[in-house]
Nanobody, 123 residues
Framework: VQLQASGGGLVQAGGSLRLSCAAS????????MGWFRQVPGKEREFVAG????????YYGNSVKGRFTISRDNAKNAVHLQMNSLKAEDTAIYYC?????????????????WGQGTLVTVSS
């Protein structure tokens, strides 16, 4: 599976961004997709996950109520809508995929990773 993340950029606090992740290389709809983020010098943090069919989602506490994850299996894509952005949301955002359908916040359970897209929120 190859993953390509896009949509990062510079935005003011309170603004919105929509990240996208395009998957290729195998049947896309077979596993959970997730978004993680990482600030240099810190551990990678789970942001959001979505189940195989898209009916179940799970969010990290720091983004709950502000971010929404969705997926379009017909287009082999997963999205992360980020609203009410804060300076502390500044990070490199990575999309990830796994072959099984349950959502996990543990990054080592995701064998497939995109290259990351930088989100910078100015205060």
């Amino acid at each position: 599976v190859q993953l390509q993340a896009s949509g990062g950029g510079l935005v003011q606090a309170g603004g919105s961004l929509r990240l996208s992740c395009a998957a290729s290389g195998r049947t896309f709809s077979t596993g959970t997709m997730g978004w993680f983020r990482q600030v240099p010098g810190k551990e990678r943090e789970f942001v959001a996950g979505i189940s195989r069919g898209g009916s179940t989602t799970y969010y990290g506490n720091s983004v709950k109520g502000r971010f929404t994850i969705s997926r379009d299996n017909a287009k082999n894509a997963v999205h992360l809508q980020m609203n009410s952005l804060k300076a502390e949301d500044t990070a490199i955002y990575y999309c990830a995929a796994k072959d099984t359908g349950y959502i996990t916040t543990t990054e080592v359970r995701y064998p497939y990773w995109g290259q990351g897209t930088l989100v910078t929120v100015s205060s």
